[in-house]
Nanobody, 117 residues
Framework: QVQLVESGGGLVQPGGSLRLSCATS????????MGWYRQAPGKQRELVAL???????NYADSVKGRFTISRDNAKNTVYLQMNSLKPEDTAVYFC???????????WGQGTQVTVSS
């Protein structure tokens, strides 16, 4: 079974940085779509960034220029480098996996990111 475990969340001040990690295990296909999503209280889950096999990366407009999604295939890990964090970035961040774009997603448990003074 595919398993996703997020880590790296925490409390940071505005303007600070965090690096989230999504460690994958199980029957992970070498070509896949990995994503980071976030959900704040009272709001729907929203896409933050995608890294898509053969199709590069996509970012939400709200994080472009500040966040970077990357992957280390040797470590079976996907990262989200978050810089210049804003209070509006506060949310639970979830990692997702799918075999193909548009396919059903498998989710991790999430990691809390809180940006506050």
């Amino acid at each position: 079974q595919v398993q996703l475990v997020e880590s790296g969340g925490g409390l940071v001040q505005p303007g600070g940085s965090l690096r989230l990690s999504c460690a994958t295990s199980g029957n992970i296909f070498s070509v896949n779509t990995m994503g980071w999503y976030r959900q704040a209280p009272g709001k729907q889950r929203e896409l933050v960034a995608l890294i898509i096999g053969g199709r590069g990366t996509n970012y939400a407009d709200s994080v472009k220029g500040r966040f970077t999604i990357s992957r280390d295939n040797a470590k079976n890990t996907v990262y989200l480098q978050m810089n210049s964090l804003k209070p509006e970035d506060t949310a639970v961040y979830f990692c997702s996996y799918s075999r193909f774009p548009g396919a059903d997603q498998i989710w991790g448990q999430g990691t809390q990111v809180t940006v506050s003074s």
